[in-house]
């Protein structure tokens, strides 16, 4: 099993281009979730999602969205890139929610200038 | 809306010694979940341990266990014979009924050898 991707790796926008962080996880688990990595912040929720076809907001979704449309992918998009959204990003996943461990990517470094 | 809180940024501890790290927390659940997780500095982020907060017993696992406080709402890890590989920023999350999952700001833990 590959666990949770994440691509890219790394990433550089000018402010006000769009781009979609992708995530994937191989382990047929229902619970996906996008935190962004602060310093200082630790990590804060962006959306999450139950299963297919279901998203919710977390704590900091303005200026993200997302979609489900496979038990597998999650794409966060991000749809007018700005400085503030300089950060690392998380993709993770667990089985049956959040009562269990999650499975973290390797995140994305994303800078926007 | 549920809180987690740590408010030592940083600590340091000689190789083969114990070291305890605070975290506070506040839900209106009567059901939630208790977690610490490693951030090593290869971003990778990775599951100590896991408390059920109707279970009495303090979890362990290996070298690692939670002292578990309910009525107060704490959640100490602690860390017996510290090793190099225990050098990481670590991060205390709750879970609740919410389907969300909310970190702490997250502590350096340094290992002196």
């Known amino acids: 099993n590959a666990g949770v991707t994440q691509t890219p790796k790394f990433q550089v926008l000018k402010t006000g281009q769009s781009m979609t962080l992708q995530c994937a996880q191989d382990m047929n688990h229902e619970y996906m979730s996008w935190y962004r990595q602060d310093p200082g912040m630790g990590l804060r929720l962006i959306h999450y999602s139950v299963g297919a076809g279901i998203t919710d907001q977390g704590e900091v979704p303005n200026g993200y969205n997302v979609s489900r449309s496979t038990t597998e992918d999650f794409p966060l998009r991000l749809l007018s890139a700005a400085p503030s959204q300089t950060s690392v990003y998380f993709c993770?996943?667990?089985?049956?929610?959040?009562?269990?461990?999650?499975?973290f990517g390797p995140g994305t470094r994303l800078t926007v200038l | 809306a549920q809180t987690v809180t740590q408010s030592q940024p940083e600590m340091s501890v000689q190789e083969a010694e114990t070291v305890t790290l605070s975290c506070t927390y506040d839900t209106s659940e009567s059901n939630y979940y208790l977690f610490w997780y490693k951030q090593p500095p290869s971003r990778q982020m990775i599951l100590v341990i896991r408390?059920?907060?109707?279970?009495?017993q303090n979890a362990t696992e290996n070298r690692f266990s939670v002292n578990f406080q309910k009525a107060a709402k704490s959640f100490s890890l602690k860390i017996s014979d510290s090793q190099l590989g225990d050098t990481a920023m670590y991060f205390c999350?709750?879970?609740?009924?919410?389907?969300?999952?909310?970190f702490g700001k997250g502590i350096t833990l340094s290992v002196r050898p």
């Open positions: 408390q059920e907060a109707y279970k009495q």
């Open positions: 993770a996943s667990s089985y049956q929610g959040l009562a269990n461990e999650q499975f």
């Open positions: 999350a709750l879970a609740g009924a919410n389907s969300k999952l909310t």
